[in-house]
C-alpha cells in the first residue's frame, strides 16, 4: 500500500461528527467518509454520505479526481495519480494537475458545531479551454460501525426544499440535507462492493454496497464549485452555496487561527459536546467519550493550550454522572447504559480536577470549585470504603481491585470471555493513581482529608516496600496477584513509570528512580513510545496485526503506545534534576522522534499504537487523544521552561 493510500486527514464538527479519509482519496475503512454526523451528540454516529466519484471533463477527455477499490481488488479511476500536492493548512488540500496541463484545486473544511461538510474545486489552469466538473455521491446512512448492502428499502427519492436538496435513503433514518452551486441530474444506481483494505487486514466485513441518486455538475470556467451536505437537523440554507461556502470559509479560517499551532488545532478536534457540556473524543474514526482517555487527555488537549474553561466544562460534565464512587469509563455507542469497569478512571479524574483548579486559579467560581471538590471526595472515599469490583483500600493504605471476568486497568484488552491482562490484585500505577488521588484530596480541603492524610502516609510507607523488586532493580508491576498476599508479578512492563514521572506526587525518588528508568529506557524505549511488555518475557508480542483476537491478544503485550512517553519523558527530566539541559537533552532524544511521526498515519495527529519491533509500523486508531494530548503536555509544560505540575506536591 502506497505512503499516500495510508496517510490519512480528518475534520470534526465539536458534535463527535467528523469526515476523514486517506491523502490518496481511496477509502480503506469503513469509517472513512465525506459526513459522518452524531445523532445523540457525541454518540448515535451515521454514515451519510460515504464518498463520491469526481470527474473533470476537458476538451481532451475526461479524467478522475477520485480512486475507488471494488472486489475482487479492480481499482476504478486514476484520480490518486493526478495529486500534484496535498496539505493541511488551513484544512485538506488536494492539488490535481491533468494530462493536458488543466490544474484544479480541491478543498474540504468542517466548522464546530454544525453537522455539515463544505466541498469546493476551483478551476487554476484551462490551457485547453472548456472545463466541467461532475461529483457523484455515495450514500449510506447507516451505524458508522456498519456495512451496507443493496436493498429494495433505499430511496434515491430527491426533495426540492428552499433552494437545497433532501435525500432520505431510510424511513425514519436521518436525511442529507445537499446545497450546491451547480445543476443536479438524477440517475440512480448501485454502486457495489466497494472494498475497505483496512478492514480486510484487521480481519472484518470489507465490502459494501452503496446508493448513488444521481450527478451534480458544475462549469469551473464560470466560477468555483461549491458542494455542501448537511445533517437533516439543518434549517434551509438562507444563501447560495458559493456564498455560503464563501462565508463559512473566511469565519472557519479566522477561527483557526486563533487557536494557535497545528498541535493546538489538532487538540480541537477531540473537543465536543455532551448533554450542554463538553467531553473529549477518545480518538477517531472509531471511540466515543471514554472516561480514562478523557482524563489523561484534557491535560495535554486542554490545560496545556490554556484552554482551562473548556477543561473545566469537560470535568463538571462528567461529575454529573458519578455513581457508587466512580465514573463510568465509556458510554455506549447506541444503546444500553454507561460502563464503570475501570479502576483507574475515576484517579486520573482526581489528578485532572487539581491540575484544573491550580491553572484556573482565581477564575474559577466557587460553585464550580465546590462542584469539582465533591466530585474528589465522593471517589477517594468511594474506594476507600469500597466499591464495585472489588475495588478497596486495605489495611496497608494501598488499593486493592479485580474480580475474575474483569479488567480493570488501561491493559483491558479481552477475547470472548478471556481476559488477556487481568492484573487483579494491587498493579503498580494504580498505587501510584490512589496515594496522588489521597494527597490531591487534601491539597484540594477535601471534606475528608483528616482520613485520607491517614491512609496517605500509611500507603506511602508501604508502597516501596512492597513493590521494590531488587533483583532485577525495578518495581513489580502488580503485588498481591488475584488477592493473595505476597504473590508477585515482576514481569516487566512500563506501568510503573507513573510512581516517577506523569503525576505530581513522585513515590520513587533518587537512586531507585533511576534504576527504574533505566530499566524501562533500556528495554522499553521506542521512537513512537514504550512496549507494553519487555522482549523475553512470558507472552510478548512484537506485531499488532491480524484479526480482532490476535490484535486484541497482542495490544498489551508488547505492542507500543505514544501516550506512554509522557510519564517516561517526565520521569527522565526529575531523575536528572529538571535542568534546562535535561529538557533540552529530552526534547532531542525522546520527543524530537515522536514529532516525526506527525508526518505519518494521521496527519498532524499521533497514532494509538505501533509494533514492538522496527520499524514500528503505526496501528490501531490513527487519531489518538491521549496520544496527542501526552506530546502537548511534554512540549507546552514539562519541557518549558517553567512547568507548573510540581507546585501541587506540598
Not at 470535568?315 to 444500553?336: I, R, Y
Request: aromatic content about 10%; glycine content about 12%.
Amino acid at each position: 500500500m502506497s505512503a499516500a493510500r495510508m496517510q490519512e486527514w480528518l475534520e470534526t464538527d465539536a458534535l463527535g461528527g467528523f469526515a476523514s479519509g486517506t491523502v490518496s482519496g481511496l477509502r480503506t475503512r469503513r469509517y472513512h467518509g465525506l459526513l459522518v454526523a452524531a445523532t445523540t451528540p457525541p454518540t448515535g454516529r451515521k454514515m451519510l454520505v460515504s464518498g463520491a466519484d469526481v470527474t473533470v471533463e476537458t476538451p481532451s477527455g475526461r479524467f478522475f479526481l477520485s480512486t475507488q477499490r471494488y472486489a475482487p481488488d479492480v481499482i476504478g479511476g486514476d484520480g490518486e495519480q493526478r495529486i500534484e500536492r496535498f496539505g493541511l493548512e488551513p484544512w485538506p488540500t488536494w492539488h490535481f494537475r491533468l494530462p493536458d496541463g488543466t490544474r484544479v484545486v480541491h478543498q474540504l473544511f468542517m466548522r464546530p458545531g454544525v453537522p455539515q461538510v463544505f466541498l469546493s474545486w476551483r478551476l487554476l489552469r484551462a490551457p485547453t479551454g472548456p472545463t466541467s466538473l461532475s461529483v457523484r455521491p455515495f450514500l449510506a446512512v447507516r451505524d458508522f460501525h456498519a456495512l451496507m448492502k443493496e436493498n429494495t428499502a433505499f430511496s434515491f427519492e430527491a426533495k426540492r426544499d428552499d433552494g437545497a436538496l433532501r435525500f432520505q435513503p431510510y424511513a425514519g433514518a436521518p436525511a442529507i440535507a445537499v446545497s450546491s452551486s451547480g445543476a443536479y441530474w438524477p440517475e440512480p444506481c448501485w454502486y457495489r462492493r466497494f472494498v475497505y483494505e483496512e478492514e480486510r487486514r484487521r480481519g472484518l466485513d470489507f465490502e459494501e454496497d452503496l446508493g448513488s441518486p444521481g450527478e451534480f455538475r458544475f462549469d469551473l470556467v464560470e466560477g468555483e464549485a461549491a458542494l455542501i451536505f448537511g445533517a437533516d437537523c439543518l434549517e434551509a440554507p438562507s444563501l447560495p452555496a458559493r456564498r455560503a461556502m464563501e462565508q463559512a470559509r473566511a469565519s472557519e479560517r479566522g477561527r483557526r487561527a486563533r487557536l494557535g499551532g497545528p498541535l493546538e488545532r489538532a487538540a480541537d478536534q477531540y473537543l465536543v459536546a455532551r448533554q450542554g457540556g463538553r467531553s473529549i473524543i477518545a480518538g477517531y474514526p472509531w471511540f466515543g467519550d471514554w472516561g480514562r482517555d478523557t482524563f489523561i487527555a484534557v491535560r495535554g488537549l486542554c490545560l496545556a493550550t490554556g484552554r482551562v474553561a473548556e477543561a473545566v466544562e469537560v470535568l463538571s460534565a462528567w461529575a454529573g454522572v458519578l455513581s457508587e464512587g466512580m465514573l463510568p469509563n465509556f458510554f455506549p455507542d447506541g444503546h444500553g447504559g454507561a460502563g464503570f469497569n475501570s479502576v483507574d478512571a475515576s484517579l486520573w479524574y482526581v489528578v485532572a480536577v487539581a491540575e484544573t483548579i491550580q491553572a484556573a486559579g482565581g477564575s474559577l467560581g466557587s460553585g464550580e470549585r465546590r462542584r469539582l471538590v465533591e466530585a474528589v471526595e465522593a471517589i477517594v472515599s468511594g474506594y476507600a470504603r469500597g466499591t464495585r469490583f472489588g475495588i478497596h483500600a486495605t489495611d496497608d493504605g494501598l488499593l486493592a481491585a479485580g474480580v475474575p471476568g474483569q479488567q480493570l486497568t488501561w491493559m483491558d484488552a479481552r477475547v470472548g470471555s478471556h481476559v488477556i491482562t487481568p492484573r487483579i490484585g494491587k498493579p503498580v500505577e494504580v498505587q501510584a493513581l490512589w496515594l496522588n488521588a489521597l494527597h490531591l484530596a487534601v491539597v484540594l480541603g477535601a471534606p475528608s482529608r483528616a482520613r485520607f492524610s491517614e491512609l496517605l502516609a500509611r500507603g506511602r510507607s508501604n508502597f516501596e516496600r512492597r513493590f521494590w523488586d531488587e533483583a532485577h532493580g525495578r518495581l513489580f508491576d502488580v503485588v498481591d496477584v488475584d488477592h493473595q498476599l505476597g504473590a508477585v508479578d515482576e514481569r516487566l512492563r512500563p506501568n510503573q513509570l507513573l510512581a516517577v514521572g506523569g503525576l505530581p506526587l513522585a513515590l520513587l525518588e533518587g537512586e531507585r528512580a533511576r534504576r527504574v528508568l533505566a530499566a524501562v529506557e533500556a528495554t522499553l524505549l521506542t521512537p513512537l513510545g514504550l512496549r507494553s511488555l519487555g522482549p523475553g518475557e512470558p507472552g510478548y508480542r512484537p506485531r499488532y496485526q491480524g484479526g480482532v483476537e490476535e490484535r486484541d491478544g497482542a495490544y498489551h503485550q508488547g505492542t507500543v503506545w505514544p501516550w506512554l512517553l509522557g510519564p517516561f519523558v517526565e520521569a527522565y527530566v526529575r531523575v536528572h534534576g529538571g535542568t534546562t539541559e535535561a529538557k533540552r537533552s529530552a526534547r532531542d532524544r525522546f520527543v524530537v522522534p515522536l514529532l516525526a511521526h506527525l508526518h505519518d498515519a494521521g496527519l498532524g495527529h499521533v497514532t494509538e499504537v505501533a509494533d514492538a519491533e522496527a520499524p514500528f509500523t503505526p496501528g490501531g486508531c490513527p487519531f489518538q487523544a491521549w496520544s496527542l494530548g501526552e506530546l502537548l503536555r511534554l512540549e507546552r509544560v514539562v519541557l518549558a521552561e517553567c512547568g507548573n505540575a510540581a507546585s501541587l506536591v506540598a
